[in-house]
């Protein structure tokens, strides 16, 4: 399938190196304008982008930032498209009040508009925009703009409180809290709880290959962890952390690695107290209910 779409790029005129493109929803103009283009940093320019093949890898600046309003405006889910190499197409950016910029030209700028008048706030220097400069999903709860990515996928009813976070290429697929971590290529299915604290491993350090997912109904509890798949129905309690080689306790008193429990549904992971054995039993549905609908409603 060929997408093709037109938007607004800054691009820098020492380098020519493209900054950002800003793909609007039908219909809405792609024009924008910002203080570091008055003072002549960065130039604006409208751009068509096609992408031939979502399942190729990004090729350039434009095709990534595509890919990434793609993802945050519902239109494809994380690990459907290929964002394989995206980091050496992404330019690294100042992302200031005045627009974006690239680093080595933030004290030239904020000197330019200090003579405006004008006070100069960075707020971040990365390669990835904050998603709601860009995109603004309906039925979100987002406490602190800056905690997602763009590229983050958030469902509808999704609430990611002051303390949570979701990387690019990850999300949820339904109504859900996110009070941890959602790392890179990390889904996270309708109805569960990501605690305080928790945090799910994704694939961008380390050398991991799998693709961590989180099943439908499950809790990680704060300041647990997972770097293995969970099913439906499944809780991990809070301050446990099972890695693809934690040793597990099996009911029956059996050992293995948790990498071999990955997946599965209704599995309740805690740490014996006593023994500070990591144990797996059958979850009980009655003491997981699920997240409070009333506070993940759109309406």
Known sequence: MTITAVGHSYVDVATGARLDVWYPADGVEPARSCLAEDVGLVRG??????????????????????RLHLLSRREVIPNSISMDGVFGRLANVAWTSAGPVAPEQ?????????????????????????????????????????????????????????????????????????????????????????GGGASIMGTLSGGGTEVISVGENCL??????????????????????VTAGT??????????????????????FIQNSRTGAIEVRDADPERWGGINEALHSSQ
């Open 45 to 66: 320019e409208v751009i068509t982008t096609t992408i031939a093949d979502l399942a190729a890898p990004p090729v350039d600046a434009a095709d990534a930032y595509l």
């Open 106 to 194: 933030v004290d030239q700028l904020r000197s330019l508009l200090a003579k405006r008048g004008h006070h100069l706030t960075v707020e971040s220097v990365d390669k990835f925009p904050k998603m709601t400069d860009y995109v603004v999903p309906s039925g979100v709860r987002l406490a602190i703009a800056d905690r997602a990515r763009l590229g983050a996928h958030l469902a509808d009813g999704t609430t990611v409180m002051h303390e949570g976070f979701c990387n690019f290429n990850a999300g949820t697929l339904g109504p859900a809290m996110v009070e941890g971590r959602i790392s890179q290529g990390v889904i996270v299915g309708a109805h569960s709880d990501v």
């Open 220 to 241: 990680i509890g704060a300041n647990g962890g997972i770097g293995i798949s969970l099913g439906d129905g499944c809780t991990v309690a809070a301050g446990v952390y």
């Open 247 to 268: 040793p597990v306790t099996l009911p029956d008193g059996t050992v293995v690695k948790a990498k071999e429990l990955s997946g599965r549904d209704g599995m309740l």
